[in-house]
Nanobody, 121 residues
Framework: QVQLVESGGGLVQPGGSLRLSCTTSGSIFSISALGWYRQAPGKERELVATITSGGTTNYADSVKGRFTISRDNVKKTVYLQMNSLKPEDTAVYYC???????????????WGQGTQVTVSS
């Protein structure tokens, strides 16, 4: 019913940049918020950035000033622009959507499959 597909990950040297994209599709009635999370090996999944339906953004302290989250409502896509990348940014990055499938349904969280970001010299 809901599909989230991430793209844009890859290998980059410290100080480099990447832009992640997540395209949503399926029978979605509404989306309350979109976000990016990441999970490094042996660590818990953590919040990177979120953006609400009203455009309000929030960032983890570790990425403030370096990452920017944005959305394109026409393309139904959320982006994460990552600049000044550091080795500690290495993780699988997951797209998340808080959405409902119908007007009488409750909000639920949906996840993409993830895209690998590796920052290494």
């Amino acid at each position: 019913q809901v599909q989230l597909v991430e793209s844009g990950g890859g290998l980059v040297q410290p100080g480099g940049s990447l832009r992640l994209s997540c395209t949503t599709s399926g029978s979605i009635f509404s989306i309350s918020a979109l976000g990016w999370y990441r999970q490094a090996p042996g660590k818990e999944r953590e919040l990177v950035a979120t953006i609400t339906s009203g455009g309000t953004t929030n960032y983890a302290d570790s990425v403030k000033g370096r990452f920017t989250i944005s959305r394109d409502n026409v393309k139904k896509t959320v982006y994460l622009q990552m600049n000044s990348l550091k080795p500690e940014d290495t993780a699988v990055y997951y797209c998340n959507a808080v959405a409902r499938l119908g007007p009488w349904a409750k909000d639920r969280g949906y996840w993409g499959q993830g895209t690998q970001v590796t920052v290494s010299s």
